[in-house]
């Protein structure tokens, strides 16, 4: 089962503006991590947020964390059409013991148009 | 290169035919993830090891599947007796220890089955 869940699914913006995509999840969590994922492509990882942080920043991104909610979001400032992709929210769990997996979401498909 | 790789990139095999895909981490990770991505979906896991010791599989993978990571470094992902359901992209990740380590993801094999 997918632990997160992005929205919106879609979303389609004029470059330069600003783009913000939400991640919810169920459980507590170690970490986040945010991932973008080009058309047929691996994934490229792009921030890792960690439970005990509320926001951090890189480049032209920046995440939040908000725990007392499950929640997290992504915001890619004064967008290119080159960030035109698939972004997904991995939540990082450890299960038990030295177990530990990342699990996906299902992620927001991205148009930056030019 | 020193990223994740995966091999090969594309498989196309018939169904009920045995496939073996391979995955080469990047050398000092201890840990190595396999994922299964079909298509608008995000990532599902699979299963996940630790050095060469498997210490999580997902209820996805069936006894059709089997992975191994014998020596601790490259591993390999098994699908006998494929059906169309298997067509998806296989994903290989791998990160170090600890909580808060990034996952670093190949390009992924993608696996049609006719």
């Known amino acids: 089962s997918q632990q997160g869940e992005e929205d919106p699914q879609a979303l389609s913006i004029q470059e330069g503006e600003n783009a913000t995509m939400n991640c919810s999840y169920k459980?507590?969590?170690?970490?986040l991590q945010w991932y973008r994922q080009n058309s047929g492509r691996g994934l490229v990882h792009l921030i890792l947020i960690r439970s005990n942080e509320r926001e951090k920043h890189s480049g032209r991104l920046r995440v939040t964390l908000d725990t007392s909610k499950k929640s997290s979001s992504l915001l890619i400032t004064a967008s290119r059409a080159a960030d035109t992709a698939s972004y997904f929210c991995a939540t990082g769990l450890n299960s038990g013991g030295s177990n530990y997996k990342l699990t996906f979401g299902k992620g927001t498909l991205l148009t930056v148009n030019p | 290169d020193t990223g994740v790789s995966q091999d090969p990139r594309h498989k196309i095999t018939k169904r009920g035919q045995n496939v073996t895909f391979r995955c080469d981490p990047i050398s000092e990770h201890n840990r190595l993830y396999w994922y299964r991505q079909t298509l608008g979906q995000g990532p599902e896991f699979l299963t996940y090891f630790q050095n060469e010791a498997q210490l999580e599989k997902s209820r996805l993978l069936s006894d059709r599947f089997s992975a191994e990571r014998p020596k601790g470094s490259f591993s390999t992902l098994e699908i006998q007796r494929t059906e169309q359901g298997d067509s998806a992209m296989y994903l290989c990740?791998?990160?170090?220890?600890?909580?808060?380590?990034?996952?670093?993801f190949g390009q992924g094999t993608r696996l049609t089955v006719v």
């Open positions: 459980t507590s969590i170690n970490n």
């Open positions: 990740a791998s990160s170090l220890m600890g909580q808060g380590a990034e996952a670093f």
